[in-house]
């Protein structure tokens, strides 16, 4: 079985800008307003682009009701889209990670991170021997075939279910597509600490995979340090503080199944629960209650979810990252670690970095920059393409 889906030809499209030199950089995206039309295909069709000029540019598929509207998957004039292709763009991912992997201590992977690998639209994460599979839309959907995924990743590494993951009105569904559904969580390792993960109802494909190696920073500085991780989820940087030396961890976040979670993982790693307090709060309101209490910490991690999460959202976005920074500032003691994350394509690095300083500042204090980091390095991104550029890691110390 193949890993694309029958192969439906579509008619070619031209471009109405100049976006050769983005394409050639390797920004695989065009969107419906670069195009001279949208005509009416099937999602998922594979089609040519053309320049202005009628020169074919590469060969991709086509979402016709989406905004993003083409993705390139080959370039040139000869560019041939067929199974072979797949296999070697699946191959080469498998590779990267191969290298970049040690089973012994580390489970849980990204294994296909769509444009990053060069396989537009689609997402596969690995749990031990569960895969989760992410198609990015119909047009994702039509163009790769998820059965004759499931089984390469049955083949090649052995994988005993693959599920499909969807959002659907705002709600997470999916289905198995190989083998049993993961009804119960599922247990991995993470340089050499154990969690599990909800692939069916979890955030993203269960876990924040892209925080490893944020996770493994923060086990480096805990030693130590009470440290309060607001946005926790279930309990990743909690879990790797404590093992890096903390002497006590709060977690806090509203969804009460989170922190059932959260305890779980606490409890996998054999840590003794007096040491770990699990609050369900909203999270400026715990910490204006501490701040009223002057109760502080060593290390302050704030890892919100997406604030932008398209460009009208911006403005209002970054009010609400100087608010939280703020908060979190006046909750850490002088000369302890403030950590801000984000995970907004819509705002850069560089723009984030502003914004602590403004909530750093709005707080009365200073800080000075440790580290500015971000995903892993099975998150690979096309070099062109900012937007798979999106998770920013800010370490701070705070003086006040």
């Given amino acids: ?66 905004n993003l509207a083409f993705r390139m998957c080959m370039l040139g004039q000869r560019a041939h889209l067929d199974n072979n292709w797949a296999v070697h763009r699946f191959e080469r991912a498998l ?27 689609l997402v596969v994460d690995v749990y031990g021997s569960t895969a989760v599979m992410v198609l990015d839309g119909p047009a994702s959907a039509g163009f790769w075939s998820a059965d004759g995924i499931a089984e390469r990743l049955n083949k090649r590494l052995g994988m005993r279910s693959v599920y499909m993951r969807q959002r659907v009105r705002g709600e ?6 190989l083998g049993p559904e993961p009804v119960d969580p599922v247990r991995f390792k993470e340089n050499g600490l154990t969690f599990v993960a909800d692939v069916r109802k979890g955030q993203k494909t269960g876990f924040f995979i892209d925080q490893r190696d ?21 309990g990743g940087f909690s879990v790797y503080a404590f093992a890096g030396g903390a002497t006590e961890v709060t977690t806090v ?64 976005a970054e009010n609400a990252y100087i608010k939280l920074i703020a908060a979190g500032a006046q909750v850490t003691e002088g000369d302890g670690l403030l950590i801000a994350a984000s995970c907004s394509s819509h705002v850069s ?34 070099l062109a393409l900012e937007a798979f550029r999106y998770l920013k890691f800010v370490v701070m110390r705070f003086e006040r």
């Fill in 349 to 382: 690095p560089e723009r984030f970095v502003e914004l602590c300083q403004d909530g750093v500042g709005k707080a009365r204090g200073r800080a000075t920059l440790i580290g500015v980091y971000g995903q892993p390095m099975d998150h690979p991104a096309p």
């Fill in 1 to 66: 079985m193949g890993l694309l889906e029958k192969i439906t030809e579509g008619r070619p499209l031209k471009l109405k800008r100049d976006l050769v030199k983005t394409l050639k950089r390797g920004n695989p995206w065009v969107f419906a307003d670069a195009l001279t039309e949208q005509p009416d295909m099937i999602p998922g069709s594979h089609v040519a682009l053309r320049g202005k000029d009628g020169k074919v540019l590469g060969r991709g598929f086509y979402d016709p009701f989406s």
């Fill in 253 to 316: 976040d509203r969804a009460k199944p989170a922190l059932s979670m959260a305890a779980d993982n606490w409890y996998a790693n054999g840590f003794p629960m007096r040491s770990h307090e699990v609050v369900e709060a909203d999270m400026f309101e715990f910490l204006e209650q501490s701040r009223v209490r002057q109760r502080r910490w060593n290390m302050v991690i704030l890892d919100p979810p997406s604030f932008a999460p398209n460009k009208k959202s911006i403005p209002a």
């Fill in 172 to 177: 997470a569904q999916g289905m198995p597509i």
């Fill in 95 to 121: 590779s990267l990670r191969e290298a970049l992997i040690d089973p012994s201590e580390t489970t849980a992977y990204r294994l296909i991170n769509g444009e990053g690998d060069g396989m537009p639209g």
């Fill in 214 to 234: 944020n996770r493994q920073r923060v086990r480096g500085l805990a030693r130590g340090k009470s440290v309060l991780n607001i946005c926790g989820y279930t």
